[in-house]
């Protein structure tokens, strides 16, 4: 039974290019969460999705960056015309049910995102 | 804004020691869970702990939790190298849709 699935796990992009982070969820799993984490910090939320919805982009920037998760296949993390202040670990979790409700979550191993 | 807040930061023991961890938080909570990090890696969840329960066990883990100072407590017994990570604590954002996690305790456990 894989668990949360990313990939890439290393990204480097250029400033101004476009980084594309793809996760799937563990099988049976309809809630995704991303998550940004920085050196020597906590995991910050980014976004909450589930199957063709995006329940909450509290955490996400207003501008560049953008989240999904088709009927059908992985979600997906956008980030445009990248800057440094993106390079970070990008982490997806999988859950049955929401989080915060007597439901762990499954992470995967992160995208390492490098901006040069 | 960090919803849990762990103490402390760092933490070195030696092998067989006890290792505790604390972590405050600020709203009403339905649940608190724990979660280990191995440096590269994604977040492992260890132990979920309920609002109406105080404390809960697994193996050499034990949890507490004080619904009246908004703290929990992570203690792991007899600690191995093999523990040597960073721990965070969670709890559900005010929306109740989403966790939040605390900037963690990093562990360290010398043989």
């Known amino acids: 039974n894989a668990g949360v699935m990313q990939n890439p796990r290393h990204l480097v992009r250029r400033r101004g290019q476009e980084a594309r982070l793809r996760c799937s969820p563990m099988?049976?799993?309809?809630?995704v969460y991303w998550y940004r984490q920085l050196p020597e910090e906590g995991l910050k939320f980014m976004v909450y999705?589930?199957?063709?919805?995006?329940?909450?982009e509290s955490g996400m920037p207003k501008e560049r960056f953008s989240a999904e998760f088709p009927k059908e296949g992985p979600s997906i993390l956008r980030i445009q015309q990248v800057v440094r202040g993106d390079s970070a670990a990008y982490f997806c979790?999988?859950?049955?049910?929401?989080?915060?409700?007597?439901?762990?979550?499954?992470f995967g191993n992160g995208t390492r995102l490098t901006v040069t | 804004s960090q919803q849990g807040e762990e103490d402390p930061q760092a933490l070195s023991i030696q092998e067989g020691e006890n290792a505790t961890m604390n972590c405050s938080y600020k709203t009403s909570i339905n649940n608190l869970q724990w979660y280990r990090q191995n440096s590269g890696r994604g977040l492992v969840h260890l132990i979920l702990i309920r609002s109406n329960e105080r404390e809960k066990h697994s193996g050499r883990l034990r949890v507490t939790l004080d619904t009246s100072k908004k703290s929990s407590s992570l203690l792991i017994t007899a600690s191995r190298a093999a523990d040597t990570a960073s721990y965070f604590c969670?709890?559900?954002?005010?929306?109740?849709?989403?966790?939040?996690f605390g900037k963690g305790t990093t562990l360290s456990v010398s043989s």
């Open positions: 969670a709890t559900g954002n005010q929306a109740g849709t989403a966790l939040i």
């Open positions: 999705l589930q199957k063709e919805n995006i329940i909450d």
């Open positions: 979790a999988s859950s049955s049910q929401e989080s915060s409700y007597n439901s762990p979550l499954h």
């Open positions: 099988k049976g799993h309809s809630h």
